[in-house]
Nanobody, 125 residues
Framework: QVQLVESGGGLVQPGGSLRLSCSAS????????VGWFRQAPGKERKEILS????????DSADSVKGRFTISRDNAENTVYLHMNNLKSEDTAAYYC??????????????????RGQGTQVTVSS
């Protein structure tokens, strides 16, 4: 059974940092593209933030570029999202997902095969 479990969310002040973790069992993350999404309060659409492919290439959405970084620890079978300079508009439920990347350049996404349950990030003073 495949499970993706996110952790590391919480309450942080504006300008602060968090590191989210996406730990997997039942699959080997390096064999998949893995992405981080978020769903802001009251919004139905999930926004894809960052992605890392099996060969280690990464992409990030313009909304988080320069502030969020995705990385992977193959030995731990875990993908991380390092978030710096957090803003109130970053408040959302954050999810990781594994699947296949599509697209190139500025237009890309993830065909999701597996998804975690999410972790809440609240940015507030």
């Amino acid at each position: 059974q495949v499970q993706l479990v996110e952790s590391g969310g919480g309450l942080v002040q504006p300008g602060g940092s968090l590191r989210l973790s996406c730990s997997a069992s039942g699959i080997i993350l390096v064999h998949h593209s893995v992405g981080w999404f978020r769903q802001a309060p009251g919004k139905e659409r999930k926004e894809i933030l960052s992605i890392i492919t099996s060969d280690g290439n990464t992409d990030s959405a313009d909304s988080v570029k320069g502030r969020f970084t995705i990385s992977r620890d193959n030995a731990e079978n875990t993908v991380y999202l390092h978030m710096n300079n957090l803003k109130s508009e970053d408040t959302a439920a954050y999810y990781c997902a594994a699947g296949s990347k599509y697209g190139t350049g500025s237009k890309w996404g993830l065909i999701v095969n597996y998804r975690g349950q999410g972790t809440q990030v609240t940015v507030s003073s």
